[in-house]
């Protein structure tokens, strides 16, 4: 399994209306980050706070920086250390990483799913 290329395939196809956040993450929000809070709406996460419509992808997934214009784009989080549950326990399995063509993914992982599933879960030990 290769390391992360923050290639944002999994933030944009679950960023925008299949993610959620539990309550305990809105209600830390609403107290300590308003500027991330402004985007709840009732108990569902990424609205746009002016027209309050729902927004098709997650408002803090950035395009790092790129040194050279033909680099593949790279994404960021601008709330990593406060994104919700479901970010943080993504990927889980690595059925998921294959569905979700994650760039991760080796030849040999998806040969060897029971290992490629133990290293997952160490990599992600500290996300989860």
């Known amino acids: 399994m290769k390391d992360c290329n923050q290639c944002g395939k ?3 196809k679950y960023g925008g ?3 959620s956040a539990t309550k305990e993450e809105m ?3 609403e107290i300590f980050q308003p500027e991330i809070f402004e985007y709840v709406k009732g108990d569902e996460i990424w609205f746009d706070p002016k027209s309050g419509n729902s927004l098709k992808q997650c408002p803090f997934l950035e395009i790092a920086p790129k040194a050279n214009s ?3 784009n790279k994404y960021t989080c601008s ?3 406060n994104r919700p549950e479901d ?3 993504y990927p ?3 059925s998921e990483m294959v569905r979700d063509e994650c760039e991760m993914i080796e030849a040999i992982d998806i040969a060897k799913p029971k290992q490629a599933q133990i290293k997952l879960d160490v ?3 500290d996300s989860r």
Request: aromatic share 12%; glycine share 0%.
């Open 70 to 72: 033909l680099e593949a």
């Open 123 to 125: 990599l992600m030990i």
């Open 17 to 19: 209306e299949d993610l």
């Open 87 to 89: 970010c943080r326990l």
């Open 92 to 94: 889980s399995l690595i």
């Open 10 to 12: 999994c933030c944009i």
């Open 27 to 29: 209600d830390l929000w």
């Open 79 to 81: 709330i990593y250390f």
